[in-house]
């Protein structure tokens, strides 16, 4: 593997950084995480957040338990319910992120400034939170870009202006379709082209396709908006030099050494993922070290949430045969796979015959469409759930897949803890993240449909027989690679070279303000 990362470096009151995420539970998430690991090497942290993710965020207390992280309140004039119900949509915080919340964020920067600490060193902005960006510069502050989803997807959405020069989308995103003779004389229309024709974005045996670009959520008014909102976010990005990435190189897990350690490109980036729970790196250790925790302990403290977990589905796992559950969760944010689907999927898992844990927010958008007294006839071998504490869930015995939207916290969760996935993309970089864990590699299977014949065809395909074998062997393989192998140790020495690099910034602000 090489060289053992160099030790944990800590510099006491060293540097402040703030940290400004997305606010949807997905982009929060990682973000407090790479607070944490920050904190743990001694810089201050505070992550400034909205007012209706503040309120849920310390409501479940997933900030707390003494990891040294700030949690900052931005102003943003979005009703929420005082926190009851759904967290307000893209819609009704878009032109608050532009509009309202940059002076809340310029005054937080300057209040830290005029209370006695060394200034910011260093504002960390989510590359989807662009708005931050110009509020860095009229602070004098460096910024630096998060990137807390694969870094795959970044590079697809920075290739935008390549995608149009080639025909492959049309200048507001859609995907130009293309057609094929059949033997019948009639023409097919398909729905785009190979993202590999042609480019270098992808590795060409992803196989994935235009209509399956990141942009591409909901009718053709709301693509054309989000492939705006795109644009703008990567104009700002122009002038980032780091961006850096919640994921590990393919290179490191796949063995191709050959663009391992460039590190001239710009911007540069840095992969430091999986970001841990707890701000300190885990896994098994290759040499017996002391310090570092077994395969199966849980990490310290509280996964970060804006839910509250129900916490009955661990006892209800501790009665379960072990690698028996399907464990069933379409994250927090992704919009409903649809009355129809949501109903042959439960009628799919009902007619497989196993134990399952459905976490199936209680919302009437979520469950609308589940059959009548559904929770009732499938009591005892199913249990529903609001929210479920997942990494918990998933680092249980009793789970033997995991069928997912392909979100890639829950990618990266189902990584670290061996789990199989059945997977449903629904929108978003769901689709790039599924194809990597299909195609790349072979730690799952694609549900094209929730129809209950393929629901039950596919749970038994994974949990019985060769093919769910050999995914069990890649996931326990990847999972080494990434918790153990040269994965950890290259996030561990991104950390540490971004926190001496934020340090240095601090000690330069520091001399100048004398």
């Known amino acids: 593997m090489g060289a053992e990362p160099e030790p944990l470096p800590v510099h006491p009151a060293a540097a402040a950084v703030v940290l400004v995420p997305f606010p949807a539970q997905g982009h929060v998430s990682p973000m407090l995480r790479l607070a944490r690991a920050l904190a743990a090497r001694g810089v201050a942290a505070t992550v400034a957040v909205p007012d209706f993710v503040h309120r849920r965020i310390a409501a479940a207390g997933a900030c707390g338990d003494g990891f040294g992280v700030e949690l900052a309140c931005i ?9 009851e119900g759904e967290p307000p949509g893209f819609a009704s915080f878009a032109h608050a992120m532009e509009h309202r919340m940059p002076a809340g964020l310029e005054e937080i920067i300057m209040l830290m400034k005029a209370t006695g600490r060394r200034g910011v060193a260093c504002l960390v902005a989510d590359v989807l939170a662009s708005w931050a960006l110009p509020v860095a510069a009229r602070c004098g502050v460096p910024a630096v870009g998060f990137w807390p989803a694969m870094l795959a997807t970044y590079r697809v959405v920075a290739a935008i202006p390549e995608l149009i020069d080639k025909g492959l989308i049309s200048d507001s995103g859609i995907p130009i379709s293309t057609t094929e003779r059949l033997n019948n004389g009639e023409q097919k229309v398909n729905g785009g082209h190979q993202i590999g024709d042609g480019l270098h974005v992808l590795p060409a045996e992803l196989q994935l396709s235009t209509a399956e670009l990141p942009w591409l959520v909901g009718d053709t008014a709301c693509q054309k908006s989000r492939f705006s909102y795109w644009l703008r976010i990567m104009d700002r990005a122009k002038g980032l030099r780091t961006i850096v990435v919640n994921t590990f190189p393919s ?6 050494k050959k663009h391992l350690h460039a590190s001239s490109q710009v911007p540069q980036i840095l992969h430091v993922g999986p970001l841990p729970t707890n701000g300190v790196f885990f896994g098994c250790s290759t040499k017996g070290d002391d310090n570092v925790l077994p395969c199966d302990s849980p990490p310290a403290g509280k996964n970060p949430s804006m839910w509250q977990a129900d916490e009955t589905c661990m006892e209800w796992l501790d009665q379960q045969r072990e690698g028996s559950v399907i464990y069933v969760s379409f994250g927090s944010w992704v919009p409903s796979i649809g009355r129809d689907a949501i109903g042959e999927l439960a009628l799919g898992l009902e007619a497989t015959g196993r134990p399952f844990m459905w976490a199936l927010k209680d919302e009437p958008s979520w469950r609308e469409g589940l059959p009548g007294r559904y929770a009732e006839a499938v009591a005892g071998r ?3 759930v609001g929210w479920a504490p997942q990494e918990d869930v998933l680092r249980h015995r009793a789970v033997g ?17 061996g789990v199989r996935l059945l997977c449903y993309p629904v929108s ?35 949990m019985e027989g060769e093919e769910g074998k050999r995914m069990k062997e890649k996931v326990v393989e990847l999972r080494k690679r990434v918790m153990m192998g040269e994965a950890r140790w290259i996030a561990e020495r991104s950390l540490n070279s971004f926190v001496d690099g934020i340090v240095r910034d601090a000690f330069v602000l520091e001399k100048l303000s004398l």
């Open 401 to 417: 897949c995991y069928l997912t939207h392909c979100g890639w916290n829950s990618t990266l969760e189902a990584i670290q803890h």
């Open 251 to 256: 290179e490191a897990v796949t063995g191709n």
């Open 428 to 462: 978003g970089d769901q689709f790039i993240n599924c194809a990597y864990i299909v195609r790349m590699w072979g730690t799952g299977i694609r549900l094209w449909s929730a129809e209950r014949g393929v629901v039950e065809d596919c749970v038994e395909r994974i």
């Open 75 to 83: 102003d943003s004039g979005v009703p929420d319910d005082d926190g």
């Open 382 to 384: 199913g249990k529903i």
